[in-house]
């Protein structure tokens, strides 16, 4: 089963996710950046299939932990969504460039999206050869 590094700190939204996708994927939680950064520096073997991060946090937002993980060459090729409520054009666009590689508005209101998205992006992932 692949891991998704969830980075929410609204339990409720926290709880939806799991539930939705539960199922299909290991959804390891976090509330804030600095204790998802800190579990991916002690990650041994199999790292996530994907991060999904919302962006406005206690202390580090979304965004500038995106960054902390794309500056990780051992990171930088995993998928990352970002879920927010800011909802504008403006927004999306502003999160596709910083490194997102999709974006999910708050409150998920479309559960079918959000599977959808998630396993576009996990699919995306390069197929690494064994060694």
Do not use: W
């Given at each position: 089963?692949?891991?998704?590094?969830?980075?929410?700190?609204?339990?409720?939204?926290?709880?939806?996710?799991?539930?939705?996708?539960?199922?299909?994927?290991?959804?390891v939680c976090f509330t804030d950046g600095a204790s998802a950064l800190a579990a991916l520096a002690q990650q041994e073997g199999a790292l996530p299939a994907l991060f999904l991060l919302d962006i406005s946090l206690p202390?580090?937002?979304?965004?500038?932990?995106?960054?902390?993980?794309?500056?990780?060459?051992?990171?930088?090729?995993?998928?990352?969504?970002?879920?927010?409520?800011?909802?504008?054009?403006?927004?999306?666009?502003?999160?596709?460039?910083?490194?997102?590689?999709?974006?999910?508005?708050?409150?998920?209101?479309?559960?079918?999206?959000?599977?959808?998205?998630?396993?576009?992006?996990?699919?995306?992932?390069?197929?690494?050869?064994?060694?």
């Amino acid at each position: 089963m692949k891991t998704v590094f969830l980075v929410e700190d609204n339990q409720d939204n926290a709880d939806l996710i799991r539930d939705l996708i539960g199922d299909q994927y290991h959804i390891v939680c976090f509330t804030d950046g600095a204790s998802a950064l800190a579990a991916l520096a002690q990650q041994e073997g199999a790292l996530p299939a994907l991060f999904l991060l919302d962006i406005s946090l206690p202390g580090m937002d979304g965004k500038s932990l995106l960054g902390e993980i794309r500056r990780q060459p051992r990171l930088n090729h995993i998928p990352a969504v970002a879920l927010t409520a800011h909802a504008m054009k403006s927004d999306r666009e502003n999160l596709i460039a910083a490194g997102f590689n999709a974006y999910l508005s708050k409150p998920i209101t479309d559960d079918q999206l959000l599977i959808e998205t998630i396993e576009a992006q996990v699919s995306s992932l390069p197929v690494k050869a064994a060694a």
